[in-house]
């Protein structure tokens, strides 16, 4: 009884050491202020933390070490109602866990002071020590291109050292890592299969995350697909696919499951979503030979204080810029169609005469990378160091997944041992002698030509694959894994080497910069007029969760699936007004789009007019690469718009507005300044001349009176005082 009232007594003044809750106002709002605390990772009276003043997660260290505390220090949320194991492991077909305790009766909510009462399973693999790290980048990215100076992360790593006492498993080290980033209340977990022994071992599904979570609603009835998940948390990890061009659509790894153990839940069939995994359903049966280690998705759980999506899309871009801020990258490129190198030259030209800085060889073009001929080698090279000499940068165009190479190579369906049964039908496997050669072909091409940009159509989609004499899997069971492996390391080698990545599925984690910002291609066969109310809906739609360096648009110079001369813009010299507004509202969103044609200006006047557009646009890069606010979704029948807002710059925001009715619209409207950091008077320069001072509501709005011509735009500096 002694040693458990000293127990009590160490562990009740841990729990008053702890971060004291502040009030949630602007001035300490780490979406608008900068929190500077470092991350800190103690050891004391058997209790080991991680806390950077935003969150707080907390393990006991023995009997066996587990999560019993994570919380969210903005909103003073606690997320955990049940201690789980750290992570779920399957070896040679059987199950083992991974740190944890058991015997905890109640699983509704959790008081520590039962932890004295909780008991480790001899089984399961027991904590050994730990070792806390500066942070280490992922990616080890090199850039080319523009983007906004930032510091690189600060925080820590911890490394959880797990061993087993079984002899079958005896030289299988587990390693559970977490990193914790200064802030932003967000973590990475991971964990590493490290193989010392001189046999092999059979991988099966890999759980390297699981939460017994307070659920988010009271439901009696209810399947787990219908009812809420837990809002409290975003969780996104590396093994996303479905060029669905949306995470939540891609994501392959959270599984939110029952807890049957929960007896004292509401819901009458225990059927309540209270339950977070995380591992890759298709990904069991990897074989870890000797001398090999096995490193897991990484899981990036970012802890939310709010269910207002703006706020959530704002916390989620701030976990992009901070855990891949390679995405922050965002040259301004043409995306030439080309059937000869003098027009890769023309077109090299044109971008220097108008302030441009990349081509990009669209599909369609005479480039082909596969090809490693010495004269196609230095045919590009040539163009590449052309581009160069002029400050331009050069890439192009790449397709892999989307067409068939051969019986051989091609993905085997396991329904039918035949090829065919991918995603898109018939498809080339990662595995196959050519998919690996593939690699090595792309790796070859930029390393000798220098050229810049990728852009890789038709990435690895997901396929399983029956084959068992690819070279690059084993069976089926390992197929989808090694698959996405041979993917992603060519993604981290390019960006490590500073070439920049448009591919259209979401690999951003690994090394990829851009994603289409979500569209139809058929709706580029609609008249211009269409496109533009069109594309700003997308701007609105495709923001909402990524930046607008991520994304790309699209505007068809010349004809695009379909359409006849309504739809497109050359002659550019007869299409001026619509040439302008289309760049205006994508650079005017920060958004890149794909300008696909044969040239950016076909007379002088052309070029003046989109030099002025990009001399603008880089004259206000800073903020309007900064977050965006979306204000009114296009939809036709009055004005729309956004506001670019950074409170760390001194001109605060840049507000676009548009007009698409043929009458003119004048209002008063309410221009949210909240993550601005604007509190008191703001300063409206109508596109940088005439300035209004406007007072801010007491809910940081300040209410703009405006006059919209008719199929117009226009533009404000936003400053505070």
Known sequence: MKKLSIFYLCFILTCFSSFAQQEFTQKTDWLVNKFAQPVEITSRN?????????LRRRFVLSPNLACYDFQNLSNNQQLIRAIKPEARITIDGKEYQIGGLHGQQEMAYFKPEWIPELSSDIKDFQFVSYSISELKPYVDWKARSWHPDAEPAKGKELVLLFKSSNELLKGLDVEIHYEAFEGIPLL?????????????????????????????????????????????????????????????????????????????????????PCLLEIYPEKAPGIRLLPGETFQSVRTHELLMDSYDRQRRGLMIRKMYRTVAPWTAQNPIFMHLISKSDEQVKTAIDQCVATGYEAVILSFGSHLNMEDQSATNLNRWKKLADYAHEKGILLGGYSLFSS???????????????????????????????????????????FEYTGFDIWENDGPYPGDVCASTSHPGHQNLH??????????????????????????????????????????????????????????????????????????????????????????????????????????????????????RGPRLYDTE?????????????????????????????????????????????PQKGLLMLFNPTNKIIEKEIDVPLYYSGISESAIFRKEGHTKETVNVERNYSAKLQVSLAPNSYVWYEVEGI
């Open 46 to 54: 058997n209790i080991l933390e991680i806390n950077n003043g935003l």
């Open 188 to 272: 990475v977990k991971w964990l590493k299969i490290i193989n010392h022994s001189n046999k092999s071992f059979e991988l099966g599904t890999v759980v390297n995350e699981i939460l017994g979570f307070v659920e988010e609603e009271s439901a009696v009835v209810g399947a787990v697909e219908d009812m809420k998940k837990q809002h409290g948390l975003y969780v996104e990890t590396n093994y996303a696919f479905n060029n669905a061009m949306r995470y939540d659509l891609s994501d392959q790894t959270t599984h939110w499951k029952v807890d049957s153990s929960y007896t004292s839940q509401v819901n009458y069939n225990y059927q309540t």
């Open 403 to 445: 067409r068939r190479i051969s019986d051989e190579d091609d993905v085997i369906d396991p329904k039918t041992g035949k090829p065919g049964g991918a995603f898109f039908g018939n498809a080339p496997c990662f595995g196959s002698k050519w998919g690996l050669a593939y690699k090595e072909k792309i790796k070859h091409f």
């Open 478 to 595: 390992d197929s989808q894994w090694r698959q996405m492996e041979i993917q992603k390391s060519l993604y981290r080698w390019l960006s490590e080497r500073g070439v920049y990545i448009n591919a259209p599925d979401w690999y951003f984690l690994d090394g990829t910069h851009k994603i289409a910002i979500g569209y139809r291609e058929v709706n580029f066969s609609l008249s211009r007029e269409q496109q533009q109310i069109l594309n700003r809906q997308n701007i609105h739609d495709g923001t909402q969760e990524k930046t607008p360096a991520m994304s790309w648009g699209f505007v068809p110079l010349t004809k695009y699936q379909g359409g006849g001369p309504e739809a497109i813009l050359e002659p550019l010299s007869e299409h001026l007004d619509d040439y302008r507004q289309l760049m205006m509202q994508y650079y005017g969103a920060g958004v890149q789009a794909c300008y």
């Open 605 to 649: 006047e052309t070029r003046q007019a989109v030099v002025e557009v990009v001399n603008w646009y880089k004259k206000y890069r800073e903020i309007l690469n900064s977050d965006l606010i979306q204000l009114r979704r296009a939809d036709g029948r009055d004005w729309d718009g956004f506001l670019h807002v950074n409170p760390e710059l």
